[in-house]
Nanobody, 126 residues
Framework: QVQLVESGGGSVQAGGSLRLSCATS????????MGWFRQAPGKEREGVAA????????YYADSVKGRFTVSQDAAKNTLYLQMNSLKPDDTAMYYCAAKRDPRFCPTLSRDEYNYWGQGTQVTVSS
């Protein structure tokens, strides 16, 4: 059974940094595509970053490229999202997700993902 539990959210001023963690169980990183998504009030859930260890690739939304870094620690069964130079527009609930079919990975298409965490809130003030 796949379980995903996010942590690390909080409130930070613009320009600051946060590191989100997603503790995973039931996931083998070489066989799953992992992603981070976010949803702001009144907006659709959007893909932020994705990683597929099987081919050693990452993929980022243009809005976070150069500021966010996605990584995995297989020994700790944890997915990370390092967020630097945060902006007020980054304010959202952040979710990690797992896609059991690694074809077309990494991907930011939310419909491709099968499992979701409960989310962690990130608030960036100006």
């Amino acid at each position: 059974q796949v379980q995903l539990v996010e942590s690390g959210g909080g409130s930070v001023q613009a320009g600051g940094s946060l590191r989100l963690s997603c503790a995973t169980s039931g996931v083998t990183y070489r066989r799953y595509c992992m992603g981070w998504f976010r949803q702001a009030p009144g907006k659709e859930r959007e893909g932020v970053a994705a990683i597929y260890t099987g081919i050693g690739m990452t993929y980022y939304a243009d809005s976070v490229k150069g500021r966010f870094t996605v990584s995995q620690d297989a020994a700790k069964n944890t997915l990370y999202l390092q967020m630097n130079s945060l902006k007020p527009d980054d304010t959202a609930m952040y979710y990690c997700a797992a896609k059991r079919d690694p074809r077309f990975c990494p991907t930011l298409s939310r419909d491709e993902y099968n499992y979701w965490g409960q989310g962690t809130q990130v608030t960036v003030s100006s």
